[in-house]
Protein backbone atom coordinates (compact mmCIF):
# COMPACT_ATOMS: atom_id res chain seq x y z
CA UNK A 1 0.00 0.00 0.00
CA UNK A 2 1.32 3.50 -1.28
CA UNK A 3 2.14 5.54 2.04
CA UNK A 4 0.98 8.57 -0.07
CA UNK A 5 -2.26 7.12 -1.55
CA UNK A 6 -5.08 10.12 -1.59
CA UNK A 7 -7.11 7.82 1.47
CA UNK A 8 -4.11 7.70 3.88
CA UNK A 9 -3.47 11.65 2.65
CA UNK A 10 -7.01 12.57 3.48
CA UNK A 11 -6.99 10.65 7.09
CA UNK A 12 -3.51 12.72 7.72
CA UNK A 13 -5.34 15.58 6.66
CA UNK A 14 -8.64 15.13 8.47
CA UNK A 15 -6.28 14.38 11.31
CA UNK A 16 -4.25 16.75 11.36
CA UNK A 17 -7.75 18.92 11.70
CA UNK A 18 -8.21 16.87 14.76
CA UNK A 19 -4.81 17.62 16.48
CA UNK A 20 -5.20 21.17 16.14
CA UNK A 21 -8.70 21.01 17.26
CA UNK A 22 -7.78 19.12 20.08
CA UNK A 23 -4.91 21.61 20.41
CA UNK A 24 -7.40 24.64 20.77
CA UNK A 25 -9.68 22.62 23.74
CA UNK A 26 -6.56 22.09 25.69
CA UNK A 27 -5.18 25.90 25.76
CA UNK A 28 -9.15 26.62 26.68
CA UNK A 29 -9.03 23.81 29.43
CA UNK A 30 -5.97 25.93 30.63
CA UNK A 31 -7.59 28.94 30.98
CA UNK A 32 -7.01 30.49 27.37
CA UNK A 33 -10.63 31.11 26.89
CA UNK A 34 -11.31 31.84 23.07
CA UNK A 35 -12.43 35.11 21.37
CA UNK A 36 -14.99 35.15 18.84
CA UNK A 37 -12.81 34.87 16.10
CA UNK A 38 -10.71 31.65 17.66
CA UNK A 39 -14.02 29.96 17.11
CA UNK A 40 -14.75 30.60 13.77
CA UNK A 41 -11.31 29.72 13.13
CA UNK A 42 -12.49 26.00 15.07
CA UNK A 43 -16.20 24.84 12.78
CA UNK A 44 -13.71 24.50 9.41
CA UNK A 45 -11.50 22.54 11.46
CA UNK A 46 -15.05 20.08 12.23
CA UNK A 47 -15.71 20.27 8.55
CA UNK A 48 -12.14 19.07 8.13
CA UNK A 49 -12.33 16.50 10.30
CA UNK A 50 -15.51 14.83 9.10
CA UNK A 51 -14.70 15.00 5.24
CA UNK A 52 -11.42 13.03 6.31
CA UNK A 53 -13.80 10.54 7.91
CA UNK A 54 -15.88 10.13 5.08
CA UNK A 55 -12.46 10.20 3.07
CA UNK A 56 -11.61 6.92 4.78
CA UNK A 57 -14.48 4.85 2.90
CA UNK A 58 -14.88 7.06 -0.14
CA UNK A 59 -11.10 8.97 -0.84
CA UNK A 60 -12.78 10.94 -3.87
CA UNK A 61 -11.88 14.01 -5.73
CA UNK A 62 -14.54 16.16 -4.32
CA UNK A 63 -14.12 15.35 -0.64
CA UNK A 64 -10.49 16.36 -1.35
CA UNK A 65 -11.36 19.44 -3.22
CA UNK A 66 -13.59 20.15 0.08
CA UNK A 67 -11.09 19.14 2.89
CA UNK A 68 -8.75 21.90 1.23
CA UNK A 69 -11.68 24.65 1.18
CA UNK A 70 -11.96 24.18 4.74
CA UNK A 71 -8.64 23.72 5.30
CA UNK A 72 -8.16 26.89 3.76
CA UNK A 73 -10.92 28.59 5.45
CA UNK A 74 -9.46 28.54 8.65
CA UNK A 75 -5.69 29.16 7.43
CA UNK A 76 -7.68 32.53 6.28
CA UNK A 77 -9.65 33.32 9.77
CA UNK A 78 -6.55 32.79 11.26
CA UNK A 79 -4.46 35.55 9.43
CA UNK A 80 -7.43 37.92 9.31
CA UNK A 81 -7.00 37.61 12.81
CA UNK A 82 -3.36 38.01 13.36
CA UNK A 83 -3.76 41.09 11.37
CA UNK A 84 -6.29 42.13 13.84
CA UNK A 85 -4.26 41.16 17.01
CA UNK A 86 -1.28 42.92 15.85
CA UNK A 87 -2.99 45.95 14.78
CA UNK A 88 -2.41 45.39 10.80
CA UNK A 89 -5.91 46.43 10.25
CA UNK A 90 -9.30 46.25 11.98
CA UNK A 91 -10.81 44.11 13.59
CA UNK A 92 -15.33 43.36 13.80
CA UNK A 93 -16.10 45.95 16.75
CA UNK A 94 -18.00 43.11 18.26
CA UNK A 95 -14.98 41.27 19.92
CA UNK A 96 -12.33 44.39 19.48
CA UNK A 97 -11.80 47.15 21.50
CA UNK A 98 -12.15 49.26 19.00
CA UNK A 99 -16.20 49.48 19.98
CA UNK A 100 -18.35 52.44 21.20
CA UNK A 101 -16.69 52.25 24.28
CA UNK A 102 -18.03 52.60 27.77
CA UNK A 103 -20.49 54.88 26.68
CA UNK A 104 -24.11 52.60 26.31
CA UNK A 105 -23.52 50.80 29.72
CA UNK A 106 -25.17 51.89 32.64
CA UNK A 107 -23.47 52.59 36.14
CA UNK A 108 -25.26 49.18 36.82
CA UNK A 109 -23.07 47.33 33.90
CA UNK A 110 -20.33 48.80 34.90
CA UNK A 111 -20.50 47.59 38.53
CA UNK A 112 -22.04 44.08 37.26
CA UNK A 113 -19.12 41.04 38.42
CA UNK A 114 -21.68 38.03 36.88
CA UNK A 115 -21.26 37.01 33.71
CA UNK A 116 -19.22 36.34 30.78
CA UNK A 117 -15.96 37.68 30.32
CA UNK A 118 -15.25 39.36 27.20
CA UNK A 119 -12.33 38.02 25.55
CA UNK A 120 -10.78 40.88 23.23
CA UNK A 121 -9.99 39.40 19.70
CA UNK A 122 -7.35 42.01 19.13
CA UNK A 123 -5.56 40.86 21.87
CA UNK A 124 -2.65 38.39 22.07
CA UNK A 125 -3.34 35.87 24.60
CA UNK A 126 -0.44 33.20 24.04
CA UNK A 127 2.75 33.08 21.60
CA UNK A 128 5.52 31.24 20.76
CA UNK A 129 8.51 32.45 18.41
CA UNK A 130 6.57 35.52 17.92
CA UNK A 131 3.98 33.23 16.70
CA UNK A 132 -0.10 33.57 18.25
CA UNK A 133 -2.24 31.33 18.64
CA UNK A 134 -4.07 32.30 15.54
CA UNK A 135 -0.90 32.48 13.29
CA UNK A 136 -0.28 29.23 14.12
CA UNK A 137 -3.35 27.99 13.30
CA UNK A 138 -3.04 29.72 10.33
CA UNK A 139 0.63 28.05 9.70
CA UNK A 140 -0.61 24.52 10.37
CA UNK A 141 -3.41 24.99 8.24
CA UNK A 142 -2.11 25.93 4.95
CA UNK A 143 -0.07 22.80 5.26
CA UNK A 144 -3.37 21.09 5.96
CA UNK A 145 -4.76 22.53 2.62
CA UNK A 146 -1.77 21.50 1.21
CA UNK A 147 -2.51 17.90 2.03
CA UNK A 148 -5.64 18.04 1.30
CA UNK A 149 -5.42 19.31 -2.13
CA UNK A 150 -2.33 17.36 -2.99
CA UNK A 151 -4.58 14.47 -2.47
CA UNK A 152 -7.58 15.69 -4.69
CA UNK A 153 -4.70 16.23 -7.12
CA UNK A 154 -3.45 12.92 -6.92
CA UNK A 155 -7.40 11.47 -7.43
CA UNK A 156 -7.65 13.52 -10.40
CA UNK A 157 -4.35 12.25 -12.13
CA UNK A 158 -5.44 8.70 -11.50
Known amino acids: MNALSPRNLIVLAG ?11 IFQALGYAPCAMCIWQR ?15 LPVFFIALLGGAAALTTAVIGVYHTGVERDW ?41 SLSMPSWNALFSFILAGIWLYAAWRIFRA
Not at 15 to 25: D, K, P, Q, T
Not at 43 to 57: D, E, S, T
Open 43 to 57: WPHGVAIALGAIGFF
Open 89 to 129: WEGPTSCTSAGDGLGGLSGGDLLATSGPKLILCDQVSWELL
Open 15 to 25: AGSLALLIGAF
